[in-house]
């Protein structure tokens, strides 16, 4: 099953600062049929102006994990942590038992961001920050690990993830073909970030999202270069 969710269809929110799409039921945005799926809790499609962010505030027993599609994001937080993610890169946030943390565009241009929340596999872990660097080039024979807690991934570089879960990215150039196996009981959502593929058959444009369950695997064939991001975890 592939259910599509067309970028004009999702939730919204501007904030003047901040423009917001909502692939889920978030803060004013409440959709009961888009709560989650699986243990993907929040996938927000971000564009924060130049010189402004999200203050200081506070989370607990989340995953967070931020995908840099353009720009640059500044991180702070209570635990003495500081960088800077630039496009392409990624950045994860172990809230755990708590973290109050805030994001900056320093950049002089929008930086525009996936945020995406995935539901720990336990409440109340030790809260921890990290940063890396993926270079989009080695994404081009695959599917690129980015963060992961699933077993089979220990040691593979990815940032590690409280939860059995993995975010993935693959670059693609027009006609490019990749497949990728999903268990039994596995769920993934796959955004592409720019470009437009089919998955199975099923055509998305860039930004739509593909909420996939109960298949054996996807293909996916570019139609346009394109760059995919894909969450996948466990069902329940």
Do not use: C
């Not at 539901?119 to 890396?132: E, F, T, V």
């Not at 993926?134 to 590690?160: H, N, Q, Y």
């Not at 039994?184 to 796959?190: C, N, P």
């Amino acid at each position: 099953m592939i259910d599509v969710r067309p970028f004009a269809n999702l939730g919204s929110a501007d904030h003047g600062w901040l423009k917001a799409r909502h692939h889920f039921s978030f803060a004013d945005y409440q959709d009961p049929a888009r709560m989650h799926w699986g243990r993907l809790r929040v996938w927000n499609d971000d564009e924060i102006a130049p010189g402004t962010g999200f203050d200081p505030h506070p989370h607990r027993d989340m995953e967070i994990v931020t995908y840099v599609r353009e720009g640059a994001i500044t991180h702070r937080d209570n635990m003495g942590n500081e960088g800077r993610t630039e496009a392409g890169d990624v950045q994860i946030m172990s809230a755990g038992t708590g973290v109050v943390h805030a994001e900056y565009n320093l950049e002089p241009g929008t930086t525009k961001i996936f945020q995406i929340w995935i539901l720990p596999d336990r409440r109340g872990g030790k809260p921890g920050w990290g940063s890396r660097s993926f270079p989009k080039a080695t994404r081009a024979a695959g599917f690129e690990v980015l963060a992961s807690g699933r077993p089979a991934d220990a040691g593979s570089g990815a940032l590690p993830l409280n939860a059995d879960a993995a975010v993935l990215a693959a670059t693609l150039k027009a006609g490019q073909t990749l497949r990728l196996p999903l268990a039994a009981g596995r769920i993934a959502y796959l955004v592409p970030a720019s470009g437009a593929v089919e998955v199975n058959g099923t055509k998305l444009n860039a930004r739509d999202g593909a909420a996939i369950r109960a298949e054996a695997g996807i293909v996916v064939t570019a139609q346009e270069d394109a760059e995919l991001v894909l969450v996948e975890a466990t069902a329940e």
